[in-house]
């Protein structure tokens, strides 16, 4: 599944710590979703649309699975 997560917290200039702290999860799992090697739950990817204020569909594409990757 390809994660718009980076794009959408370096636009509002956050650090990764910064996200993971107002999603309440760990920096290392902020990395892992840019990276495109963990899929969140269902709970956090609701935080995270919440957070940038957006739906849930702008933020992940499960159609782009591995098209993007690095």
């Known amino acids: 599944m390809h994660s718009r997560i ?3 917290r370096q636009a509002r200039d956050e650090s990764q710590a910064d ?3 107002a999603v309440g999860v ?3 799992t ?3 979703i840019e990276r495109n090697r963990y ?3 269902l709970e956090l ?3 995270l649309a919440d957070h940038f204020d957006c739906a849930i569909e702008d933020l992940f ?3 782009t699975e ?3 990757a690095p």
């Open 6 to 8: 980076r794009e959408e």
């Open 19 to 21: 996200l993971a702290d």
């Open 26 to 28: 760990s920096r290392q």
């Open 30 to 32: 902020i990395n892992a």
């Open 39 to 41: 899929d969140p739950s």
């Open 45 to 47: 990817a609701f935080k």
């Open 61 to 63: 594409n499960p159609e």
């Open 66 to 68: 591995g098209a993007n």
